[in-house]
């Protein structure tokens, strides 16, 4: 069973341009998350969907971060325009609903660079 | 919102029992103890969860204090690959997973 993949593995962008960040969580999952660790921070939420709809946003920096995940199968996280600061790995990870103590699965996450 | 603290560092040799420490004095009743472990350039991995009793698995075992206060992580024969770093991490037992990962114990496996 195919886990968490994620594309790019690595992206480099200048400050000002866009990039679109993609995941896909394992198959029957419905919730997916996204977190982020910048240089030299913990690993941080940014975000939840249950299927296609945005449970918990709450750890979005700004309105420069736009998660989709139209049809809830793959997401996407679109950086626009992106800053130095958005420098880090971004990670996806994808659980079961419903039940207790489901464990979320992680991508090996795309590293992205602001240059 | 750290609700758990770890030690920064350990070393363990090679081996050896790796045995992490964490504090949750705060928990609350309806709360699970997670670990998860990060290896160098790799996602989070998740290791182990508890409520109130002791768990083994594969890959660990999870002791929990009677007062549920502080848990140890163990690993039994540490390897180099186990060279990680290692986040307790409170969460509800019917909540999603919205991790706090805080800044976790990094463990060093020495030969």
């Known amino acids: 069973e195919a886990g968490v993949t994620q594309f790019p593995s690595h992206s480099v962008i200048e400050k000002g341009q866009t990039v679109t960040l993609r995941c896909d969580p394992i198959?029957?999952?419905?919730?997916l998350y996204w977190y982020r660790r910048v240089m030299g921070k913990e690993i941080k939420f940014l975000l939840h969907?249950?299927?296609?709809?945005?449970?918990?946003e709450s750890g979005m920096p700004n309105n420069r971060f736009l998660a989709e995940r139209t049809g809830g199968t793959y997401s996407t996280l679109k950086v626009q325009p992106a800053e130095l600061e958005d420098s880090g790995v971004y990670f996806c990870?994808?659980?079961?609903?419903?039940?207790?103590?489901?464990?979320?699965?992680f991508g090996q996450g795309t590293r992205l660079t602001v240059v | 919102d750290a609700k758990t603290t770890q030690p920064p560092s350990m070393d363990c040799a090679e081996g050896r029992a790796a045995n992490l420490p964490c504090n949750h004095s705060t928990i609350s009743g309806n709360e699970y103890v997670y670990w998860y472990r990060q290896i160098h350039s790799q996602g989070p991995q998740y290791i182990i969860h508890?409520?109130?009793n002791n768990e083994t698995n594969e890959m660990a075992s999870l002791i929990i204090t009677e007062d549920r206060k502080s848990s140890t992580l163990i690993l039994p024969h540490a390897t180099l690959r186990d060279t990680a770093v290692y986040y307790c991490i409170v969460r509800l037992i019917t909540g999603a997973n919205n991790l706090f990962f805080g800044t976790g114990t990094r463990l060093t496996v020495i030969p």
């Open positions: 969907f249950v299927k296609e709809s945005k449970q918990d």
């Open positions: 198959s029957g999952h419905d919730n």
């Open positions: 990870a994808s659980s079961q609903v419903g039940g207790l103590n489901t464990e979320a699965f």
């Open positions: 508890g409520l109130k």
